[in-house]
């Protein structure tokens, strides 16, 4: 109990440290936000308006940082993240949740079934070493140092185009609307395969060939030949001994990922125009967005802490050494 109240008081001081650099960090971007949104209105905004809509965004220059830096927590506090720049007048919540779903949907999937597919594989590989899974070595190696959005290039280069099944572009077919019907769901579906399918090719390697070599390095200890001298059979050796201790590593890496799935993978939702939080992330830098990318950042930094937070609880589960610190 001690080891995870210690861990709550260091992930609430690393959400307001986040928190506090997500404020300044997008006000030290050179540019200015106002001046951009009147440009893509070709200019036909008045002084007044100008002024209303930097008192608005909260640039007004009379207010010092420190004020913004109070009052933007006052509006954290109120579930209040602001009106996104890019989309305006729509708030940044409505932004983020109509984003949100896509990227879950995405890479929330691929990341848990490449996990799951690539943990299995890599104890197979790692315990029955010279076996043809053991032969998939120099594949993965390969595939998990190739980027996620070079994998999307070659896959819109060699399956989509003009007559293929395989959408190159967005995430439904133009003309639909959100819905679930049998209209939009197969499409949705459908415009899905190519992304999910350059991550979780390239994701997969990865996770093969960090449990393989963890459970290399365990099946070494003494603890496994002491278990093969009890006569336990090979597949509780190989689970309850093995797997369970080289899985710790894999379990923070896991962690990370699912706290990263709301920034999503942002290269390949780019290439692919995939509407997801990466893509308006994308969108909101080139448009100075400050509350848009405040929201995605704080969105994203939540996600960590707490998806970090269960791995630190999966490792009170896992590991009995950590429940005597």
Request: glycine share 10%; aromatic share 14%.
């Amino acid at each position: 109990m001690r080891f995870l109240l210690q861990r709550v008081a260091f992930y609430l001081f690393t959400a307001w440290a986040a928190i506090t650099l997500n404020f300044f960090i997008p006000r030290l971007v050179p540019g200015d936000p106002v001046q951009s949104l009147i440009s893509r209105n070709q200019g036909r905004i008045s002084a007044d308006a100008v002024q209303s809509l930097r008192v608005l965004f909260g640039l007004d220059k009379n207010e010092n940082v420190w004020e913004q830096y109070l009052d933007y927590w006052r509006q954290l506090f109120h579930g209040d993240l602001g009106l996104s720049f890019t989309f305006f007048p729509t708030p940044v919540s409505t932004v983020i949740g109509d984003s949100l779903p896509w990227t879950v949907g995405l890479v929330g999937i691929t990341t848990i079934v490449s996990f799951l597919l690539g943990t299995a594989l890599g104890v197979g590989a790692g315990w029955r070493r010279g076996s043809w899974i053991d032969g998939l070595l120099p594949a993965t190696t390969f595939l998990s140092s190739i980027p996620y959005f070079w994998l999307g290039l070659v896959a819109i280069a060699l399956f989509a185009g003009p007559g293929s099944f395989f959408p190159s572009s967005g995430g439904y077919e133009p003309g639909l609307v959100p819905a679930f019907d049998q209209y939009f769901i197969p499409s949705a579906i459908q415009h899905s395969i190519l992304p999910a399918a350059t991550i979780l090719v390239s994701s997969m390697s990865g996770w093969i060939l960090s449990m393989r070599n963890m459970m290399v390095t365990v099946s070494s200890e003494d603890y496994i030949t002491v278990a093969h001298a009890k006569g336990l059979s090979e597949r509780r050796v190989a689970l309850s001994y093995a797997a369970r201790n080289a899985l710790l590593p894999n379990v923070s890496g896991f962690a990370l990922s699912l706290g990263f799935i709301v920034g999503g993978t942002l290269l390949v939702e780019i290439v692919f125009s995939y509407p997801g939080l990466g893509y308006q992330l994308f969108q909101a830098v080139g448009a100075k967005d400050y509350p848009l990318m405040q929201g995605i950042f704080l969105i994203i930094t939540i996600s960590v802490l707490v998806a970090n937070l269960l791995a630190d609880v999966a490792y009170l589960l896992l590991d009995p050494r950590t429940r005597k610190s």
